[in-house]
């Protein structure tokens, strides 16, 4: 039986621990007691965003890279990834002395490709799916004789993602949630191809989400039995649960989260009764999301807590009246963002106007009372979505 077919057992995970001990980080584990008052449970967090990487996958990658033989290193590997797994697979690699060459779709954010090659990979990008990517890693590896590091159905992968879990039992934080733990799976409800393969059906899979790092359309083949036997339950996740739980992250937390990262919290969210009043511990696994997608979701949570509001106002086209309104906003304590003053538009009056306004409000109450104030001084106001 090959080394990487042979079953994950504790020993295998701590013999992992031991070898990549001082070359991955010990994160932090500490309690995050505001996303505790968020979710009515006692949380901690597991910041394995902090790894040089900014996720969790150099455990497992490193593991793998150092079961390697003299004449696999000489010859170089080959990995497929879109994330997490191509930068640590790139960044061990090369501080081993081992080559490596990472096949990513050619929709991977640039983001994600430059952090790759800035840690001295070879990237090839082929494929409009991770899933033509690997057929592609596939192919250029048989060409060009390269060892296939496999981002998670590989033994020594999974044994060295598992030293997480040991480093956060080990804790003092952790004490109180080992009695009668419970493990919870997390897959976002576009991709739940682990939580039907569990249930034995059949699902469908695929669309754009957030969570591309558990965009998985396949279950592994050796991470099913042990999800069979050691998780308790599989959340699914809606896309509106994950860019929350980012954006608590990093408003609460202070801390990046990617959508895959923040899947733990997001099933807090999805299903609150399932964690309330009990002790919870978070992996928070990633921290590498696109700049511009995090400025979205910041917005966007801005705009679902009425702390961002847009308005149309129907308003009689004579000097004067524009400033009268802002004054009237900001006497309000409303702070605007963007106005758009429309005249030529075959709806509004000939001697009429439309303006549309953003601004900032305390929250949807605060809101209310501006508009409120608006129409006061006999402003027709109607609520927009804020783009």
Do not use: C
């Not at 077919?5 to 001082?22: F, H, N, Q, V, Y």
């Not at 989260?257 to 733990?264: H, K, S, V």
């Not at 802002?326 to 963007?338: K, P, R, S, V």
């Amino acid at each position: 039986m090959d080394d990487t077919d042979k079953p994950i057992t504790l020993e295998r995970i701590r013999a992992a621990r031991e070898a990549i001990s001082g070359q991955v980080m010990h994160t932090p584990f500490l309690p995050a007691p505001r996303l505790g008052r968020l979710t009515g449970a006692e949380v901690f967090v597991k910041y394995e965003n902090m790894q040089v990487t900014s996720a969790f996958k150099e455990r497992g990658a490193l593991n793998r890279l150092l079961t390697l033989s003299a004449d696999e290193r000489r010859r170089g590997v080959i990995a497929m990834s879109a994330g997490n797994h191509a930068q640590a697979v790139a960044y061990h690699a090369v501080r081993l002395g081992i080559a490596p060459t990472i096949v990513m779709p050619v929709t991977t954010p640039h983001v994600k490709v430059s952090a790759t090659t800035g840690y001295g990979a070879r990237v090839v990008l082929e494929g409009e799916t991770v899933a033509e990517a690997a057929l592609a890693a596939a192919r250029i590896g048989a060409e060009e004789n390269l060892v296939f590091i496999h981002p998670y159905d590989d033994s020594d992968v999974i044994a060295g993602q598992g030293t997480l879990a040991l480093e956060m039992l080990e804790e003092p934080a952790a004490k109180a949630l080992k009695p009668e733990i419970d493990v919870i799976g997390v897959e976002t409800r576009m991709y739940p191809s682990m939580w039907a393969a569990v249930k034995g059906i059949d699902a469908m899979v695929g669309g754009a989400t957030l969570a591309e790092g558990i965009a998985v359309k396949v279950a592994g083949r050796k991470t099913l039995p042990v999800v069979r036997e050691l998780v308790d339950t599989i959340v699914l996740v809606d896309e509106s649960h994950l860019e929350r739980a980012v954006n608590a992250y990093l408003t609460l937390q202070k801390t990046m989260a990617e959508g895959a990262g923040a899947a733990g919290l997001a099933a807090m969210f999805a299903e609150p009764d399932l964690f309330r009043r009990k002790k919870v511990g978070l992996v928070l696994s990633g921290g590498n999301i696109d700049p511009r997608i995090l400025a979205s979701i910041m917005m966007r949570e801005l705009a679902r807590e009425e702390k961002i509001v847009a308005i149309r106002l129907a308003i009689p086209d004579r000097p004067g009246t524009l400033g009268a309104i802002t004054t009237l906003i900001g006497d309000a304590g409303g702070n605007i963002l963007e106005v758009s003053h429309r005249r030529a538009v075959l709806e509004i009056p000939a001697k009429g106007a439309s303006l549309d306004i953003t601004l900032e409000a305390r929250d949807g109450h605060h809101a209310e009372e501006i508009i409120a104030a608006l129409r006061a001084k006999g402003y027709g106001v109607e609520r927009k979505s804020p783009e």
